[in-house]
């Protein structure tokens, strides 16, 4: 695989848009980059186009709370793109409380030859024109502007962990830790509350709501997940509050593996409908699972992401790192599901060969148009040449955010300052 | 590493803990019940932690809780001590009211050494001292720092007094203890509200009266 690196701030969300064509990352400063994949070359026809920045704008600004004395983070937890309807292109974006909506658009003409204006801008006095004169467009450098055209705020008391718009393009989802709220793209002062778990009295509190999103093809059909390790898919045609939901979907917990964490470890901190619609992928603190929407008692699919950490659990709570958010994705067909891991590695679980992969994210392991080295971690007892003994593993180190080309084996990996892209070597 | 040693700083407290998860992930010889009161104790220091800041994590906060919850649930049913009830709470709810109302906390009988006082503050975790508010006050008071009127008592002190030996003397003696785990059967009572909230209370009468 080619890699292409790109340093920024420390990146907390990235994101594909619908063609492929447009990366976009979030950071914790707030700011939104997005790249755009070069036109193929082609005489260069081995390798896809590269990703270059495109455009670069701050989303959020840090923002203080008055009534409660708090301040808020401007870090961009999520972004979502539309699909493209014209020529511009829009996404979402959001931090703890406030999503917005953000329009892309290309300038590569502008006009000139005004009759009151000098080319500057400045006024000319009307009494000084003695002609009259057209203004044409002529082409110029190509400039990238964005401009925030919705801003959807006040509707989130706990923090927003997901956003996702719904198949009808009209309307979207935000999921804070105890609310879900429905909202119309061109309705920004209401929206609809559609779950709400927070109980009347708050020391009852068990269970938070941690990700959601909608069915890809079925608008009316979204789920979220919960700290406790379980799914809820819901139906809004079923009520208009959906606190019951239509399926619970939980694995009974395995006896042999009982400890004091695993309430802890069973929090799903990512799921994902597959591109197909059939399928979803959550992500708990040491698997992968997927399950058949039809199937709610267990998974059809459970992959192992770093199980030689389950015997470090209580150094990696002590740490906090085990309360580490992973994300995971699947590639454009289904076939294969990626998430990542600490000390930079990143691991692929292929659906049908049930192969799986474990690769590194790093400059100084990696020259950049090589194909990336296999990776493997030594759990216990002798290590061979090349592993890394988990007692190495560099746990600051961490990819949380991983994303894949909708129709193409091109990745994006972010680990903490850096953001990865890396290609399908093409034969 | 283990062995009973001086009393320590918090500083030196903290290495500890450290170096005790480590020895938990590591040894398979550490006593079931002393892992148990080890990450008791790790749950308690991060609750703590997490009430001194102005947001905790609503989502950290509650796995920690329902953490603590699980063990002091299973060190009260070694207990096997018949579990003290009041009327219309019951000891299998899950609440945290249903809890601190079976009867354990808050009452000690005097005698009661300071070592078993701290154990006892564990188990009576979390303690309904707060000001019980409507919901939406609660929200109002930042109760994003988790349930409202979620308190630890006497914090303070269990972390300054409790050198890393006194822990793991807790352990044999407290929670055995018949003592205050079975205080005389009380009529069923509110929750006592401490000084410090009664004048909180007044004071919050007053401006919403206007006096």
């Known amino acids: 695989m080619s890699e292409h690196l790109h340093p920024t701030d420390i990146i907390s969300t990235v994101e594909f848009n ?183 009295n708050m020391e009852e509190l068990t269970e938070v709501i941690t990700a959601a999103e909608f069915h890809p093809n079925s608008c009316n059909t979204f789920v979220y997940s919960s700290s406790k390790g379980t799914i809820r898919l819901c139906d809004m045609r079923a009520s208009a509050l959906c606190d019951r939901h239509s399926k619970l979907f939980e694995e009974p917990e395995d006896p042999s593996n009982r400890s004091f964490f695993s309430e802890i470890i069973s929090s799903i901190s990512d799921v994902k409908f597959s591109h197909s619609g059939r399928y979803m992928m959550t992500r708990d603190y040491l698997s992968v699972k997927i399950w058949d929407l039809n199937m709610e008692n267990r998974p059809v699919e459970t992959y192992q992401v770093h199980e030689y950490l389950r015997s470090k659990l209580c150094s990696l709570y002590e740490n906090d790192c085990i309360f580490d958010k992973f994300e995971c994705c699947w590639n454009g067909s289904d076939s294969i599901v990626m998430t990542g891991s600490y000390n930079n590695f990143f691991r692929m ?79 | 590493m283990l062995g009973r040693g001086l009393k320590r700083k918090l500083s030196d407290y903290e290495e500890n803990v450290a170096g005790l998860s480590s020895a938990f992930d590591s040894s398979r010889n550490l006593p079931y019940p002393l892992k148990r009161q080890l990450v008791l104790n790790m749950c ?70 300071q070592q078993e006082s701290n154990c006892c503050d564990l188990r009576s975790f979390p303690e309904n001292t707060g000001l019980k508010l409507e919901d939406d006050r609660q929200d109002l008071k930042g109760a994003e720092c988790v349930f409202g009127s979620f308190e630890i008592s006497n914090s303070t002190s269990y972390l300054k007094d409790l050198a890393i030996d006194d822990i793991f003397e807790d352990i044999d003696t407290s929670m055995y203890d018949s003592d205050f785990c079975c205080p005389p059967l009380m009529p069923p009572r509110p929750p006592p509200i401490c000084r410090t909230d009664l004048s909180e209370l007044d004071h919050i009468m007053e401006i919403l009266v206007g006096s």
């Open chain 2, 44 to 113: 308690l220091t991060k609750l703590q932690t997490y009430k001194m800041l102005v947001e905790p994590n609503l989502h950290r906060s509650v796995l920690i809780a329902n953490t603590v919850r699980q063990i002091q649930e299973e060190m009260r049913q070694e207990s096997s001590q018949p579990i003290n009830v009041c009327t219309g709470i019951t000891p299998s709810s899950h609440s945290y009211t249903g809890m601190e109302s079976s009867g354990i906390s808050l009452q000690l009988p005097s005698g009661i050494s």
């Open chain 1, 18 to 200: 619908h063609s492929g064509e447009l990366l976009a990352t979030g950071d914790k400063g707030g700011r939104v980059v997005i790249f755009q994949q070069e036109q193929e070359n082609k005489t260069q026809s081995h390798s896809r186009g590269e990703y270059n920045v495109y455009s670069t704008f701050q989303s959020h600004e840090p923002e203080f709370d008055y009534l409660k004395s708090l301040e808020i983070e401007e870090k961009i937890n999520k972004i979502r793109w539309l699909p493209q309807k014209n020529a511009a292109q829009f996404l979402l974006s959001t931090n703890d409380k406030t999503i917005k909506l953000w329009k892309i658009s290309e300038r590569d003409k502008r006009p000139e030859g005004y009759n009151l204006k000098e080319e500057d801008g400045r006024y000319r006095d009307p009494t000084t024109v003695t002609t009259l004169r057209v203004p044409v467009f002529r082409p110029m450098d190509l400039m990238v502007e964005a401009s925030p055209r919705r801003i959807f705020a006040n509707a989130h008391t706990y923090h927003i962990n997901s956003i996702s718009i719904n198949s009808d393009y009209e309307t979207y989802l935000s999921a804070d830790d105890l609310r879900i709220n429905l909202w119309h793209l061109e309705i920004t002062d209401r929206s609809f509350n559609i779950v709400d778990i927070k109980p009347a």
């Open chain 1, 349 to 427: 679980f292929d659906r049908n060969t049930k192969r799986d992969i474990t690769l590194e994210a790093s400059r100084e392991n990696n020259k950049p148009r090589t194909v990336l080295k296999p990776r493997k971690v030594c759990a216990s007892g002798k290590r061979k040449k090349d592993e890394i003994s988990v007692d190495s593993l560099d746990f600051n180190k961490k990819i949380l955010h991983t994303a894949w080309h909708p129709k193409e084996n091109i990745i994006a990996v972010a680990t903490t300052n850096n953001l990865y892209i890396f290609q399908d070597k093409m034969n």
